[in-house]
Antibody, heavy 118, light 107 residues
Framework: EVQLVESGGGLVQPGGSLRLSCAAS????????ISWVRQAPGKGLEWVAK????????YYVDSVKGRFTISRDNAEKSVYLQMDSLRAEDTAVYYC???????????WGQGTLVTVSS | ETVMTQSPATLSVSPGERATLSCRAS??????LAWYQQKPGQAPRLLIS???TRATGIPARFSGSGSGTEFTLTISSLQSEDFAVYYC?????????FGGGTKVEIK
C-alpha cells in the first residue's frame, strides 16, 4: 500500500527550529522523489523542497533557502525537513508528497501543522 | 517563475449541473498541468495529470483540456462529494507552482 505519514509539527517561537519527518512505504522510498508542500491557514499550496531518490539532488523555494534542509534515510524509509530560523510566515500545514520530473504529486501524506508564534 | 491564475475564485453550482474551471499560465507549460481536489481538513488529491489524463480511480465526470497557457477542468454533473476547492499546478517550468484555487460551492 502506498502511504506517507508526516510527524513533528507543533508550536515554536520565532527564530526556533523544528524537524519534520515523513515515513514512506518501501515502494515510495525506492521509486520517487519526495517533496514538501505547505499550505498556510486559509491559503493555497506552495512547494517548499524536493529530494531525489538517492539524496544526491536537493531543491528549495527561495524563501526557505539557507533556513530549511531536506534529507532522507532510505534505510529508515523516511524523509526529513529540518527547519531553522522559523518565521511567522512559515506557519502552515506541511505535506510530504511523491513526485518525479515533470510529474505532479501523485501521493500525499495527511499533513502536519507548524505554528510559529510567540 | 510561472504564475498560475485560476478563475473564478468561487463557483456556485447546483447539484447535477456542469462546472467549468479555468487555469491560465503566465508562460507555456506544454501539457504538464495537473488538477487537484481538496476538501476541508484533507490533503489534496490528484485528479488530472498531463492536462487531460484522469488519475486512478477518478470518475469520468472529471475531464481536463488545454495546452500551453490555457487549461480547463470540467465536472460534467456535480455530485455532492464534488463540492471542494480545486487547484491547478504546472510541473513544466522551475519551480513548480500552483494556482490560487477555485472553490466550488453549492448554489
Amino acid at each position: 500500500e502506498v502511504q506517507l505519514v508526516e510527524s513533528g509539527g507543533g508550536l515554536v517561537q520565532p527564530g526556533g527550529s523544528l524537524r519534520l519527518s515523513c515515513a514512506a512505504s518501501e515502494f515510495i522510498s525506492a521509486t520517487y522523489y519526495i517533496s514538501w508542500v505547505r499550505q498556510a491557514p486559509g491559503k493555497g499550496l506552495e512547494w517548499v523542497a524536493k529530494i531525489k531518490q538517492d539524496g544526491s539532488e536537493k531543491y528549495y523555494v527561495d524563501s526557505v533557502k539557507g533556513r530549511f534542509t531536506i534529507s532522507r534515510d532510505n534505510a529508515e524509509k523516511s524523509v526529513y525537513l529540518q527547519m531553522d530560523s522559523l518565521r511567522a510566515e512559515d506557519t502552515a500545514v506541511y505535506y510530504c508528497a511523491t513526485t518525479l520530473p515533470f510529474r505532479p504529486y501523485d501521493y500525499w501524506g495527511q499533513g502536519t501543522l507548524v505554528t510559529v508564534s510567540s | 517563475e510561472t504564475v498560475m491564475t485560476q478563475s473564478p475564485a468561487t463557483l456556485s453550482v447546483s447539484p447535477g449541473e456542469r462546472a467549468t474551471l479555468s487555469c491560465r499560465a503566465s508562460q507555456s507549460v506544454g501539457n504538464n498541468l495537473a488538477w487537484y481536489q481538496q476538501k476541508p481538513g484533507q490533503a489534496p488529491r490528484l485528479l488530472i495529470s498531463g492536462a487531460s489524463t484522469r488519475a486512478t480511480g477518478i470518475p469520468a465526470r472529471f475531464s481536463g483540456s488545454g495546452s500551453g497557457t490555457e487549461f480547463t477542468l470540467t465536472i460534467s454533473s456535480l455530485q455532492s462529494e464534488d463540492f471542494a476547492v480545486y487547484y491547478c499546478q504546472q510541473c513544466n517550468n522551475w519551480p513548480p507552482t500552483f494556482g490560487g484555487g477555485t472553490k466550488v460551492e453549492i448554489k
